[in-house]
């Protein structure tokens, strides 16, 4: 009813009004309180005070009438926001604050949201690229922090709003309801004909099987690390030693709750050369929960990531070889438990977008994140499996499993066959210190920044081609790093600012045997590491190339084998230091260039279960010629139950 008086119309209020009123106020103190609650022990006060706004800023955003349409602006708003701070990080991480960069990234995300046919949406992504830029310019000191501490705020302020909203209709609509249940037994006759005349029963139509955020197409390498998205009992017992656990584990993938245990043993024996012969032993036990929210809660897209890892044994490398190339796949962190992911999975635009943010790594042992690809993971030694290892050995902020770090990813991937992604992640090396456990959650920095592009052709079920990746990326790892050689003999330690690097990578399968819909096939792959500034990078080149044959026997469909070579070359600067010291302490070894040659054979026992014997070459051990040639001989066993 509406109320008209000097030709301005007064709605009358309703008791939903007061009621809408009353939820969004409560939000809007939720969400101010949860975020200045929360980042008050962790930044300035002034921060948390921005925090707080924010947060009460995209709560406002998402309060609708229906809850429909606030769950469709919470969509919205993250998407438009994702945008921003994708562009502030990368802006930030590299620039302090200026106007005109201001100008260009809101220029920028703006062309960005009218390609992906948001344009409604570009307001909220140029109102929030201003917020975190002038943020950024109060407090120069951490700007990159502002687009990570203002992406929390808005996840938060948009969960808050839209439980609050629900929870708040739902109960409004229980009261009604109770009300309406009195009115029903004045009007049994009129009810009664309504469903007598009416529609007999509602259609229940199939819902479609959700798309898990970061799903890839299919590869025709069965990797011995099986990515948790089976489905059925079939699945399960195609994939894992255990199956379907009795059905437990179907049913708990039927609310949205994947377990994932991994356990890797890892004997091997150096037999020649290296520091001494001898024998050991290393293990890595991951277990790792997936929450898929859309079957939890009904969001849609969502998934958390929580994981622990324990390595335990003694590593071959480092007592027995002397090399800088783990032998033992197992051998990624130091002996001791820890916490590794601790993130949520967001996918978007049909999975053309996914966000990831929280405790993350730059690779994945399941499925893939940055320069991976499947015939890595073929292989034993640490030099090829999941990502080149060249990245680590220059980049001190990269972060790789079991070693996590808070950080930020986003990815798109408008094609099928082309996709584009960034991430930025806290690169403070002393995170992955074994004391913490994996909860070192301090953001001290420098920022790590890492980009990269890809290309596939023939991936899917149903092509007849031969599939094949190329990708290409770059890194920047921020602070600063000592120049080789200075800081000797009482002189002035010269430092840089800032280290990168360029890789690129590609796999091309190149014989079937079998069929087209067979998995069956020959594949090669290489990679490439760049890091040129030879004063601070100890491996400025690196690279690695391989062959794998998958099913190649016929009665041994998902047995496979391999052999790989990696090399890498140490720096020239790092070289000549070495020697200058070495003219004053012997001791001290010159380094030139290590390789690995690595021969492998996976036999699949039994879904599941995985024995691989092993044997490696590696050269030049630590890149030091006084260290004779080795010969690692071993076996990796998987199990995935």
């Keep these: 009813m509406e109320l008209e008086r000097d030709n301005i119309r007064l709605e009358k209020l309703s008791t939903w009004d007061f009621f809408y009123a009353l939820d969004m106020a409560i939000a809007y103190l939720i969400s101010y309180w949860v975020v200045t609650f929360i980042l008050s022990p962790l930044v300035d006060p002034a921060d948390a005070l921005l925090g707080g706004m924010w947060a009460t800023v995209a709560t406002v955003f998402v309060f609708r009438v229906t809850r429909a349409d606030s769950l469709s602006a919470g969509m919205d708003g993250l998407i438009a926001t994702c ?190 050369g290296g520091l001494r012969r001898g024998f050991s032993e290393y293990n890595l036990l991951a277990l790792d929960l997936i929450l898929e929210i859309d079957k939890l809660i009904g969001w849609p897209g969502g998934q958390v990531h929580v994981g622990f890892a324990n390595n335990s044994g003694t590593s071959l490398s480092t007592n027995y070889v002397g090399n800088n190339f783990p032998i033992q796949l197992a051998d990624v962190a130091s002996a001791a438990p820890r916490l590794t992911y601790l993130s949520y999975t967001q996918s978007l635009l049909d999975d053309k977008l996914s966000i990831r943010f929280g405790r993350l790594t730059i690779n994945s042992v399941y499925g893939e994140e940055f320069a991976g690809s499947q015939y890595f993971k073929a292989f034993t030694s640490v030099a090829f499996d999941l990502v080149p290892l060249g990245i680590f050995e220059n980049a001190p902020g990269a972060f790789g499993y079991p070693l996590t770090t808070w950080g930020a990813r986003v990815k798109v991937e408008p094609t099928d066959s082309f996709y584009a992604m960034v991430g930025c992640y806290n690169g403070d090396p002393g995170v992955k210190e074994g004391d913490h456990q994996g909860a070192d959650f301090t953001m001290r920095g420098p920022p790590f920044v890492i980009g990269e592009i890809g290309f596939r052709r023939n ?100 047995d496979y084998a391999g052999v790989a070579v990696a090399y890498g070359s140490y720096s020239g600067d790092l070289r000549q230091a070495e020697t200058m010291q070495a003219l004053h302490n012997p001791g001290i070894g010159v380094q030139t260039f290590e390789m690995t040659v690595e021969l492998t054979y996976g036999w699949t026992v039994r879904p599941g279960l995985l024995v691989q014997p092993d044997l490696q070459y590696i050269v030049n051990p630590g890149g030091n010629h006084a260290i004779a040639n080795a010969l690692a001989v071993g076996m990796n066993v998987v199990f995935n139950f």
């Excluded at 703006?110 to 109060?138: E, F, N, P």
């Excluded at 929870?167 to 469903?195: C, G, M, T």
């Excluded at 025709?220 to 399960?236: K, S």
């Design 83 to 272: 945008i921003s701070f994708a562009l502030c990080l990368a802006y930030l991480a590299i620039w302090p604050f200026h106007p005109a960069g201001l100008a260009a990234l809101l220029g920028l995300g703006t062309l960005i949201m009218i390609c992906l046919g948001r344009r409604d949406d570009i307001t909220t992504t140029g109102i929030t690229t201003a917020v975190v830029m002038v943020a950024a310019a109060i407090s120069p000191q951490h700007a990159w922090h502002q687009p990570v501490l203002r992406r929390a705020d808005t996840v938060a302020g948009i969960a808050v709003g839209v439980l609050c909203k629900w929870i708040a209709s739902w109960l409004y609509n229980r009261v009604r309801w109770k009300e309406d249940q009195i009115r029903r037994r004045f009007r049994s006759a009129i009810i009664f004909f309504a469903v007598a005349f009416g529609p007999a029963s509602l259609a229940h139509s199939e819902t479609p099987a959700p798309q898990l955020p970061g799903e890839y197409p299919d590869y025709l390498f069965r990797e011995p690390f099986p990515r948790p998205i089976q489905q059925t009992n079939e699945d399960f017992s195609d994939k894992y030693l255990f199956g379907d656990w009795l059905g437990v584990r179907s049913d708990l993938a039927a609310h949205g709750i994947r377990p994932q245990v991994l356990f890797i043993i890892d004997p091997f024996g150096n037999i020649s």
């Design 459 to 558: 991936y899917g079920k149903y092509t007849t081609g031969l599939p094949g990746n190329l990708k290409a990326g770059g890194y920047w790892n921020g602070g600063s790093a000592a120049v080789f050689g200075s800081g000797a003999a009482g002189q002035t330690t010269e430092t840089v600012r800032g280290r990168y690097g360029f890789y690129v990578l590609g796999d091309q399968a190149i014989v079937r045997w079998g069929d087209a819909q067979s998995n069956r096939h020959l594949g090669v792959f290489a990679a490439f590491v760049c890091a040129p500034d030879e004063r601070v990078n100890p491996m400025p080149y690196f690279f690695d190339a391989g062959v794998v044959a998958y099913g190649f026997l016929t009665g041994r469909p998902r």
